[in-house]
């Protein structure tokens, strides 16, 4: 059974700082992973859509790295504003035939900047 | 090009009652799925539907229902709701291949008093 944990539960940083969020999981046979960004009372925001044959992918501020056979994904965020405050969700699309459309998220990590 | 629209967007309801919530996805994507999320159970699948055809399932019980049409769109239907039914139901839709990316709508915040 698939299973994605996330760590830390909560971090909180001065404006201006580079941070890494964390991801793990402990099947590898994954189509792709992906990091979303949610802000309080509101919907996903797809942030970075990592497949499995990769092992980074850049947006802006943001890179994220995929390990898959270690179960390992990290989240870097450059310089980091007040505005990045919100929880970050990691998923992971499993492979298989079934199981085409079904994301499985971890907990994820609620991020503070503070100005 | 528009995102996914959650339609209502707030609904407060009485247990027993029963609810339909509706999703509509991106033009041209034909997958969409469902998840419940809570503050302690976090994002949950409830159900994916593609072409009209459920084709996976979460393990929830047979109160929670859904169907799409064939111009994409889905419902979702909870009967004989529950008081820990109230959480935010969030649909994404997909284009066709498994390796696309998954988008979602904003959510419809369900209260069960």
């Known amino acids: 059974k698939q299973e994605v944990t996330q760590i830390p539960a909560a971090l909180s940083v001065p404006e201006g700082e580079n941070l890494v969020l964390n991801c793990s999981f402990t099947?590898?046979?994954?189509?792709?992973l992906q990091w979303f960004r949610q802000d309080p009372g509101k919907g996903l925001t797809s942030l970075l859509l990592?497949?499995?044959?990769?092992r980074e992918q850049t947006s802006g501020r943001l890179n994220a790295s995929l390990d898959k056979s270690s179960g390992r994904s990290t989240l870097y965020i450059a310089a980091s504003q007040p505005g990045d405050s919100a929880t970050y969700l990691c998923?992971?699309?499993?492979?298989?035939?079934?199981?085409?459309?079904?994301?499985?998220f971890g907990q994820g990590t609620t991020l503070q900047v503070k100005p | 090009k528009a995102g996914v629209t959650q339609t209502p967007r707030y609904l407060i309801k009485t247990r027993g009652q029963q609810v339909t919530l509706s999703c509509s996805p991106i033009?041209?994507?034909?997958?969409v799925s469902w998840y419940q999320q809570t503050p302690g159970q976090g994002l949950q699948f409830l159900f994916e539907?593609?072409?009209?055809?459920?084709?996976n399932k979460g393990n929830f019980p047979g109160r929670f229902s859904g169907r799409q049409f064939s111009n994409s769109r889905s419902e979702m239907n909870v009967s004989t709701l529950e008081l820990g039914d109230s959480a935010l139901y969030l649909c994404?839709?997909?284009?066709?291949?498994?390796?696309?990316?998954?988008?979602f709508g904003q959510g419809t915040r369900l209260t069960v008093v």
């Open positions: 539907y593609f072409s009209e055809t459920q084709r």
């Open positions: 033009s041209g994507h034909r997958s």
């Open positions: 990592i497949q499995s044959s990769q």
């Open positions: 099947d590898s046979a994954i189509y792709n």
């Open positions: 998923a992971v699309r499993r492979g298989g035939s079934s199981n085409t459309g079904k994301l499985i």
């Open positions: 994404a839709s997909s284009a066709e291949t498994r390796e696309t990316e998954a988008f």
